[in-house]
């Protein structure tokens, strides 16, 4: 499995209204370190299929809910919990960073 792109049409129904925890990507085309990030998470996207799922919303064409969640500095990844963000993390980490973070969180 690898992320899915959200985007505010779908933003409620594929993260608020989700069974299981959301990790989103806040991220955009022109963001190197976004680029980097990015197969890291369609790993953990894939090794934690069933317990958390894994979002891409591209701040570009997405503005509002990058400015509902503070957005102020890409990649960030904030994990959303029963419809309610649990927590941010800012910039590129290494996979087992995340993934410990992710199941701290959740």
């Known amino acids: ?36 990030l ?14 958390v799922t894994i979002a891409k ?3 570009d064409e997405n503005q509002d809910i990058a400015v509902k969640y503070g957005v102020r500095a ?10 309610e963000l649990a927590g941010t993390q800012v910039g590129v980490q290494p996979k087992s960073r995340l993934v410990s973070w992710i199941n701290d969180t959740i």
């Not at 990015?38 to 317990?51: H, R, W, Y």
């Not at 890409?74 to 419809?83: E, N, Y």
């Open 1 to 36: 499995m690898v992320a899915k792109n959200v985007s505010q049409t779908s933003f409620d129904s594929e993260v608020l209204q989700s069974s299981e925890p959301v990790l989103v990507d806040f991220w955009a085309e022109w963001c190197g370190p976004c680029k980097q």
């Open 38 to 51: 990015s197969p890291t998470l369609d790993e953990i996207a894939a090794e934690m299929e069933g317990k």
């Open 57 to 59: 919303v591209n701040i």
């Open 74 to 83: 890409i990649p960030m990844l904030a994990l959303f919990k029963d419809g």
